[in-house]
């Protein structure tokens, strides 16, 4: 363990916690940044992701047209139905308005549009080559800087008084020791990987979970900041959670996991029957329920059955689908009761009315007299091959996090704000985004809260 | 063709790739996935053609070791490319002795020189090596005219006629008809892009080569290596034309289009050659492949040794050992030519072929 005393030490190593460490070195500060996972697994969830959402007056390179503080503002509250702390929502869109230039200054690149695969979008912006490459273009730019960086450097302590952050214990090849500085950032993300913890609200089904994002992610110091008195904010039971192939790895299967076939067919579970409207809405919304959905259902399973006509209409999945000749097989295949299945399947495609399919708009192919319905996007399942995904509920953040205020600084039960303890990314954003999801906003408010805190914390460390 | 734990390996790999699509914008081969679902082994080795190992989607791979999908894009396309180069030529027991790399590369080098050299002693006895010849038709008084320029032509035509049937094969074989070959757009996008190098320039940051930062270095020194043997190839062109239409024979003064242009290249090509070859020695060994590699490094060290002994017989020849280094040099190009088709050279022709297949499928798509 590096025996000095630092300004300031940053706890994580993904998205946010760069973003701190970069900036509280640009501040003065002598940094150390703390990662709990090997070199070659760094960056957290952050290394998953594709694209950042921002605010902009203009049309640019990268995006289409203007995103203006209003409309991200209106978009959000749409989103978390109002469960926003609007002043740093607020603060959020604002200071996300130089992302479009910040990050390309620290070495991200953004993807040029392509001819017929990426369109371009308005509201986000894609890197060159994801995540990964984002995370390790900071990691360049942290260490070309000065940030000193340790990893399989897991925090599992904070020595706090009275709100006042003292040192931090580390785990380190099998050795623990103490880093003491002048201040911290925690920005460990979530604890979406720690499943005794998602036991606590989810029980036994929460063996049955896939994390998308990183096993490191065990919410250690959450737990650590909360039992120091910091005051929780989001709803401790609930997580985004998507439909993913349940033969994903359990941890860090990142986004290829998830399925896009839900619309083009029918899903049932364990017992072969249907359980919820597959045409209800577009991606993302549809795209962000089902996670949740199977979570609920026996067992955490379910199953995404289409026939020849869906086949092929959706994103390349990366497992092959379950085929077979007849319903009567696949449920041979899935372990399903076979008249169950057959008997839930025909009574579907009696229900189905015609229309024009069209799965670019929410067309008027719905079933009638059914339920649950099927809203749109509905057309009978009697092609075969028939074709089967097995889907487990993918968690890819947790809600609960700590309160902040606009410096970053982690707010305590009794509302005084801590002085030297900061926090940013996934363990704060339920201050902002206390439910729902808006597609790249994980990493706005990273980036955001992530340069506050390093800026704060540099100004409490250096002045 | 490739074994099928490869191809079967490849599929996997590509299968990902298409599910997660992260890496579209560096290069042509991601495209040109997108457009397919399933990858045959056909399919597969031209994506692997298109690919030029710049290692981007490598570091960038959320996927990558030790990940349990353990993708590693540029080391399996690796592997098929050399499969590739040894599949589509002719014939296979050359093929199959190249594969070998460094050591092949060494050994005809070897042989060849060893080869002109004993035709020299046989023909003009020991005394032509150690003696200096200068003035016109020097060069034919160490290696008679017929014994120069014959086994030369007969070599690189033979190159050539391998080169050319295994790119049409290649063609057929990844889907193309021959008229599409004649496609202009098509043709005229492939060529640019070979020109500029320009998926190396990695949209101006460069590429993740030798190591995780990126850098223009090995575009550079490619280019110095592609345009010093264009260079040297300009020069012979004009060399022969002198002497074959104009009559004037080789050796040419200092200031002669051929010594000028043959200089340049020959610079070029050593100062190109040996900076890949440190940029090799000091590269990441996780995205490589151990084939290739022995295979760059053999065709970088024969077109090295090709130039310097160039160099050196210009800066010499006036000198006793003229004699000597003309046989070694003229050795080396037979070398150089001997294995063109069977080593790394070849990804002139496959990756220009790739190139152009995939210009034709984009502006189609
Ligand atoms: C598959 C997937 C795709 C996504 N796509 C997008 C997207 O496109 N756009 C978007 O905006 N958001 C996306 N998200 C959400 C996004 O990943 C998060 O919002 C964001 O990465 C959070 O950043 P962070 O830095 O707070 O946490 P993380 O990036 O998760 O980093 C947490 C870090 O803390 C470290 N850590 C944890 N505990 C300790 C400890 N005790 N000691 C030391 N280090 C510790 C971890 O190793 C890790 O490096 C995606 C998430 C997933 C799972
Ligand atoms: S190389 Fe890795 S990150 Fe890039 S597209 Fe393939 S799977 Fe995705
Ligand atoms: S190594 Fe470079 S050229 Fe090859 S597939 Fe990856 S990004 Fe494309």
């Known amino acids: 363990m590096p025996d000095r005393f630092y300004d300031v030490v940053v706890v994580g190593g993904g998205n946010a916690a760069l973003c701190a460490a970069i900036t509280a070195q640009r501040g003065g500060a002598d940094v150390l940044l703390l990662e709990a996972a090997p070199e070659a697994l760094r960056g957290g969830n952050s290394r998953h992701t594709r694209d950042i959402r921002y605010m902009h007056d203009r049309a640019g390179a990268f995006v289409t047209g203007a995103y203006t503080a209003e409309e991200f503002w209106e978009d959000l509250q749409r989103v978390t139905g109002g469960e926003t702390d609007e002043a740093l929502a607020r603060l959020t869109i604002s200071e996300s308005a130089d992302l479009g230039d910040w990050m390309p200054a620290h070495g991200v690149r953004w993807?040029?549009?392509?001819?017929?695969?990426?369109?371009?979008?308005?509201?986000?912006?894609?890197?060159?080559g994801g995540g990964k490459a984002m995370v390790n273009a900071y990691y360049d730019t942290a260490r070309k800087q000065g940030v000193e960086i340790l990893y399989e450097a897991e925090v599992q302590r904070l020595n706090v008084d009275d709100g006042v952050f003292r040192s931090a214990v580390v785990a380190r090849g099998g050795a623990s020791g103490e880093v003491r500085a002048k201040a911290v950032v925690v920005a460990s993300g979530g604890f979406e990987a720690n499943i005794p913890w998602l036991k606590e609200y989810w029980g036994e089904a929460?063996?049955?979970?896939?994390?998308?994002?990183?096993?490191?992610?065990?919410?250690?110091?959450?737990?650590?900041?909360?039992?120091?008195?910091?005051?929780?904010?989001g709803n401790p039971r609930e997580f985004h959670a998507v439909a993913v192939d349940a033969r994903a790895p359990k941890f860090d299967g990142g986004i290829v996991t998830r399925l896009d076939s839900v619309p083009f067919g029918i899903v049932v579970?364990?017992?072969?029957?249907?359980?919820?409207?597959?045409?209800?809405?577009?991606?993302?919304?549809?795209?962000?329920?089902?996670?949740?959905?199977?979570?609920?259902?026996?067992?955490?399973?379910?199953?995404?059955?289409?026939?020849?006509?869906?086949?092929?209409?959706?994103?390349?999945?990366?497992?092959?689908?379950?085929?077979?000749?007849?319903?009567?097989?696949?449920?041979?295949?899935?372990?399903?009761?076979?008249?169950?299945?057959?008997?839930?399947?025909?009574?579907?495609?009696?229900a189905v009315r015609p229309g024009s399919f069209d799965p670019s708009r929410l067309d008027d192919c719905r079933t009638e007299g059914l339920e649950p319905p099927k809203s749109h996007w509905a057309l009978p399942v009697d092609q075969p091959p028939f074709?089967?995904?097995?889907?487990?509920?993918?968690?890819?953040?947790?809600?609960?996090?700590?309160?902040?205020?606009?410096?970053?600084?982690v707010v305590l039960r009794d509302g005084r704000p801590a002085p030297n303890?900061?926090?940013?990314?996934?363990?704060?954003?339920?201050?902002?985004?206390?439910?729902?999801?808006?597609?790249?906003f994980g990493l706005t408010i990273g980036t955001v809260f992530g340069r506050i805190a390093g800026r704060e914390a540099a100004r409490h460390a250096v002045g | 063709m490739p074994s099928a734990e490869l191809v079967q390996e490849a599929a996997r790999q590509m299968v990902i790739c298409n599910a997660c699509r992260y890496c579209e914008g560096y290069c042509a081969v991601f495209p040109a996935m997108e457009l397919r679902r399933a990858f045959s082994a056909q399919d597969l080795s031209y994506l692997a053609n298109l690919c030029f190992d710049c290692r981007d989607c490598y570091y960038a791979c959320q996927y990558a070791p030790p990940h349990e999908f353990a993708v590693n894009v540029p080391r399996v396309f690796a592997e098929l490319r050399a499969d590739t180069y040894r599949d589509y030529s002719w014939p296979r027991l050359l093929a199959g002795l190249y594969r070998r790399g460094g050591l092949a590369g060494g050994v005809i080098?070897?042989?060849?020189?060893a080869a002109v050299l004993l035709l020299v002693l046989v023909l003009g006895g020991p005394g032509v090596l150690l003696s200096a010849h200068v003035g016109q038709a020097a060069f034919y008084r160490v290696?008679?005219?017929?014994?120069?320029v014959l086994p030369a032509l007969a070599i690189a035509l033979f190159g050539l006629a391998v080169l050319l049937a295994g790119a049409i094969r290649f063609w057929r074989d990844t889907g193309g008809s021959l008229r599409e070959m004649l496609d202009g757009r098509a043709l005229l996008r492939a060529t640019a892009d070979a020109f500029t190098l320009r998926y190396l320039a990695g949209g101006g940051a460069g590429c993740n080569y030798p190591d995780e930062g990126f850098s223009q270095s090995r575009r550079w020194l490619h280019h110095l290596v592609f345009y010093g043997f264009l260079l040297d190839l300009a020069a012979t062109t004009v060399a022969a034309?002198?002497?074959?239409?104009?009559?004037?024979?080789?050796?040419?003064?200092?200031?002669?289009?051929?010594?000028?242009?043959?200089?340049?290249?020959?610079?070029?090509?050593?100062a190109g050659t040996v900076g890949l070859l440190v940029l090799k020695r000091r590269s990441d060994p996780a995205p490589a492949e151990r084939r290739m590699v022995a295979m760059d490094v053999a065709f970088l060290l024969v077109l090295l040794l090709t130039s310097l002994t160039g160099l050196l017989l210009l800066a010499l020849r006036e000198t006793g050992a003229m004699g000597a280094l003309l046989a070694i040099h003229l050795g080396m190009v037979a070398a150089l030519f001997v294995t063109l088709p069977y080593g790394k050279f070849a990804h002139l022709v496959y990756r220009y072929a790739a190139l152009i297949r995939g210009a034709i499928e984009q502006a189609r798509a």
């Open chain 1, 111 to 128: 993807q040029q549009p392509l001819k017929g695969t990426l369109h371009l979008a308005r509201t986000n912006v894609f890197f060159l």
């Open chain 1, 206 to 233: 929460a063996d049955h979970f896939v994390i998308r994002g990183t096993p490191y992610n065990q919410g250690r110091l959450l737990k650590e900041l909360l039992a120091h008195g910091a005051r929780p904010v």
């Open chain 1, 269 to 350: 579970n364990r017992e072969a029957s249907r359980f919820y409207d597959e045409g209800e809405d577009f991606w993302p919304k549809r795209y962000a329920i089902w996670g949740g959905l199977i979570a609920r259902q026996p067992g955490q399973i379910a199953y995404s059955i289409v026939d020849a006509r869906g086949a092929g209409r959706f994103m390349p999945s990366v497992f092959p689908p379950l085929q077979a000749g007849s319903l009567t097989d696949l449920a041979g295949l899935l372990g399903l009761d076979a008249r169950a299945l057959v008997a839930t399947v025909e009574a579907f495609n009696r």
């Open chain 1, 387 to 409: 074709w089967a995904y097995p889907l487990r509920p993918g968690i890819t953040f947790t809600y609960l996090g700590v309160t902040v205020n606009r410096q970053a600084q």
């Open chain 1, 421 to 440: 303890l900061f926090a940013a990314g996934e363990v704060m954003a339920g201050n902002i985004l206390g439910r729902g999801y808006l597609a790249g």
């Open chain 2, 109 to 113: 080098s070897a042989v060849s020189v």
């Open chain 2, 143 to 148: 290696v008679p005219y017929a014994a120069m």
């Open chain 2, 241 to 270: 034309a002198y002497d074959h239409l104009l009559g004037r024979p080789a050796p040419y003064p200092l200031l002669s289009a051929p010594v000028v242009l043959g200089t340049l290249g020959g610079v070029m090509l050593v």
